[in-house]
């Protein structure tokens, strides 16, 4: 089956997600072509979570326990069994509202060739939904501003893979470039969704 434009991959990998993930595959399952999933050693249900969600879209495969650092060849290897143009990260307490991702779809029929990534607003809520994390306690810096945004959506490009980079502390998996560089720094590749989705950790 050929790839339309807009065709969209999920990458997920999880450990212990019991609470949320369900909620999170549910939110993107009907928009996207293909969701390919990894477990990291959870000891709770999430593995059974899964296994529950009866669709031919879901590729599933237990990893065991992985370091940090190992995180990024994770993150390699779904890309080789991607063959949409896009794919987007869910973590397992990511919960995507049907506008986030109706406008997501829409969007990527019209994109330029020359974007790489989508900026994507997150909601934080704190004990309940209807209390919201203020925006001034988020910290990422984006398209020159500071708050509660994320990069959730890449293009796929031969050019650029996941790279374990030690920060002050453990590690991040960054999306860079032949050269080393971060997507997140090349701002005139980047675009950003009005709509975002639901970051429910706390």
């Known amino acids: 089956m050929s790839m339309k434009k807009n065709d969209v991959t999920v990458h997920m990998i999880v450990k212990n997600e019991e609470q949320w993930v369900w909620y999170a595959l549910q939110s993107v399952l009907n928009f996207v072509q293909k969701i390919i999933i990894f477990d990291t050693g959870s000891t709770d249900r999430t593995k059974e979570i899964i296994n529950s969600i009866n669709s031919r879209k879901i590729y599933f495969a237990e990893k065991g326990d992985v370091t940090p650092k190992e995180l990024a060849e994770l993150r390699n290897e779904q890309m080789t069994l991607t063959q949409s143009e896009w794919f987007m990260l869910l973590d397992g307490d990511e919960v995507w509202t049907n506008a986030g991702m109706n406008e997501l779809i829409k969007t990527l029929k019209k994109v330029t060739k020359n974007i790489m990534a989508f900026v994507v607003k997150v909601r934080v809520p704190v004990g309940d939904l209807f209390h919201i994390q203020s925006e001034k306690a988020g910290k990422y810096q984006l398209l020159g501003k500071v708050g509660h945004y994320n990069i959730r959506v890449y293009r796929k490009n031969n050019n ?43």
């Open 160 to 202: 650029f893979h996941w790279e374990a980079v030690p920060p002050y502390r453990g590690y991040v998996e960054k999306y860079v470039d032949t050269a080393g560089l971060e997507v997140q720094s090349q701002v005139q590749q980047l675009a950003q969704l009005k709509n975002g989705y639901w970051h429910l950790t706390h």
